[in-house]
């Protein structure tokens, strides 16, 4: 009976030091403003995203829930990373022809998702969300960096009005040996 014991609880010990995975959503919202009426022009600039910008992750509340430290992270890549109109309602996603997002910590930069050809996906209104195709980037060193940001490129047309739309970025991150 001892021995079952001592197996036992060196197995729960064993699980102990495994790495653990969880997920954690960055949400930012961003104005694309409207151009000039009765014109086209051009979308050269994609606006920034406020709450993307001097990440750190030692102050995110899921890795704080997890008791991990960006320190501790040994593997971060973007699950999934959504583009949703929220206002108005009735705007769809044809003055996009393209957008992509970059995680960037100090002169360091790479691409996490990207989507081309958006003006021809047929997104309807109301609210239409747009699903990027992401890169597989490991963004340990950004995470773990004492900030990072995320940063959006993109190209199109100005809408015309202005036109809210909200960014999720989810994360699969994985910690070291707990």
């Not at 919202?29 to 014109?39: H, L």
């Not at 022009?41 to 606006?47: E, G, I, K, R, V």
């Not at 990373?81 to 970059?102: I, R, Y």
């Not at 809408?159 to 809210?164: L, S």
């Amino acid at each position: 009976m001892r021995l079952v014991s001592l197996l036992a609880a060196a197995g729960l010990g064993l699980a102990a030091c495994a790495p653990s995975s969880f997920i954690t959503e960055l949400k930012g919202e961003s104005t694309v403003p409207a151009g000039p009426p009765g014109a086209t022009t051009d979308l050269n600039a994609f606006p920034s995203i406020s709450s993307f910008a001097g990440l750190d992750f030692d102050k995110n509340q899921d890795f704080k829930n997890q008791g991990i430290s960006k320190g501790d992270v040994t593997s971060a890549k973007v699950k999934s990373l959504t583009l949703k109109v929220l206002s108005p309602n009735d705007q769809d996603l044809t003055f996009l022809d393209s957008v992509e997002f970059f995680a960037r910590a100090g002169d360091r930069e790479e691409r996490i998702a990207r989507r081309q050809d958006i003006s021809r996906l047929n997104l309807r209104p109301p609210n239409p969300v747009l699903t990027l195709d992401v890169d597989d980037t490991e963004l340990q060193p950004f995470v773990s960096a004492p900030t990072m940001s995320i940063i959006v490129r993109g190209r199109g047309r100005m809408p015309e009005r202005d036109v809210r739309l909200q960014a999720v970025v989810t994360l699969e991150v994985e910690g070291g040996l707990l």
